[in-house]
């Protein structure tokens, strides 16, 4: 097969985006030049690639198969790039980054003082809920994940690099001083306002109840913890969120952490990949980085 650099990555921007022009602009050619491109691409593979309905580009089997083959190839490449110019005593390129939501709280933070060290390196931070993380895990569309709860039926490389306590919390007026709760048999007949089912917090919490034989009576689910944070605050009724959530963006000024026993249900961060993947080396120093930063 006679197929060039240049169209398996003008075949990768076309599944990334799901349009020809987007894929187009994405590596600043014209669109005619993409169309003729992918055409010249399919007629080199000898199967259809992709079809267009309703004015959307869905892949086939082939198509499919391709865009996995053509990343693994431009991220290996980049990794050869990152490894000569490591050799050159350069430190350039592009780290990959997939973090669940709650980590929008430190994450940026920890990726600022890398960046400082490594101003010519450009990052790709990609914030979802940890269903979508772990979709990208296991398309293997990152380098480096940041979650609290991994898969277990993926064979990963995983370490601990910091605590996330899950904290309950209340309205600042739900309680009067001398009657807050202090079990969990003080909160039955309590309302709770939990994360989505799916997410790490939400599974932590619900293993925890389950140990202790306790049934919350759950009110809503809500997909952030800043919608979890107003609606307690509201009086709706009792959160658990993560104690990063409560730092920087307004803290405890309406709500009041309830010190119930048991709480706050400990948690920890993992820094992930899969286990046959090889990190590039901006990969292999962010995560050295975030090991060195967090440990401290």
Not at 19 to 29: E, K, P
Not at 143 to 163: A, K
Not at 186 to 198: H, K, S, V, Y
Request: aromatic share 6%.
């Amino acid at each position: 097969m006679n197929v060039t650099f240049r169209q398996l990555r003008l075949f990768l921007a076309l599944a990334e985006t799901g349009s020809v022009s987007r894929a187009a602009a994405r590596l600043h050619v014209t669109q005619p030049t993409a169309s003729a491109q992918l055409k010249e691409l399919t007629e080199a593979i000898g199967l259809p690639l992709h079809e267009v309905i309703s004015r959307r580009v869905h892949l086939t089997d082939a198509g499919r198969s391709l865009a996995q083959t053509a990343r693994d190839m431009m991220m290996a490449w980049e990794a050869f790039e990152q490894h000569v110019d490591q050799v050159k005593g350069l430190s350039r390129g592009r780290l990959r980054i997939a973090a669940v939501s709650t980590a929008k709280y430190f994450i940026p933070r920890l990726v600022g003082s890398f960046c400082k060290l490594h101003p010519a390196i450009d990052v790709s931070l990609e914030v979802l809920n940890r269903d979508g993380v772990v979709a990208r895990l296991k398309e293997n569309l990152d380098e480096i994940y940041i979650m609290s709860m991994p898969p277990d039926f993926i064979d990963l490389e995983d370490e601990v690099f910091m605590e996330n306590p899950l904290v309950l919390i209340a309205a600042r007026q739900a309680f009067q001083p001398s009657r807050l709760p202090r079990t969990l048999a003080d909160l039955r007949g309590q309302r709770f306002i939990l994360r989505e089912q799916g997410s790490g917090t939400r599974m932590a919490t619900d293993q925890h109840f389950r140990t202790h034989r306790f049934t919350p009576d759950v009110r809503l689910e809500l997909g952030s913890n800043e919608a979890i944070k107003e609606a307690v605050a509201g009086g709706l009724g009792l959160g658990v969120i993560s104690l990063h959530a409560l730092n920087g963006t307004g803290g405890l000024r309406d709500l009041r952490r309830l010190d119930v026993e048991g709480f706050p249900i400990s948690s920890r961060w993992h820094v992930v990949h899969p286990r046959a993947k090889q990190l590039s080396p901006i990969a292999q120093a962010f995560r050295g980085h975030l090991l060195a930063r967090t440990q401290r």
